[in-house]
């Protein structure tokens, strides 16, 4: 295996890796920023008004998502699986 492949896999592992944890994490951080404002707004300072709208907008992406997450991480698994031959030599 040469080194050039190494960093292809490396990298393409990089990319599935941010792609799938995208939407999940990109739900977290807009909801937080949303009870942020509002936290800041209403001056109220309670630190588990967060978690709550969190956790029901990550399940919500995780149910909206999932299929595509696990689809894109299948197509990847499937894609390193078919070059073993290849990487072998």
Known sequence: MSPEQVLTLGSEAMQTTLLVSAPVLLTALLIGLLV??????TQINEQTLSFIPKLVGVLAA????????????????HHIFTMIPQLVN
């Open 36 to 41: 942020s404002v509002f936290q800041a707004a």
């Open 62 to 77: 995780l149910l909206i998502a999932g299929h595509w997450m696990l689809m894109t991480m299948v197509d990847y698994m």
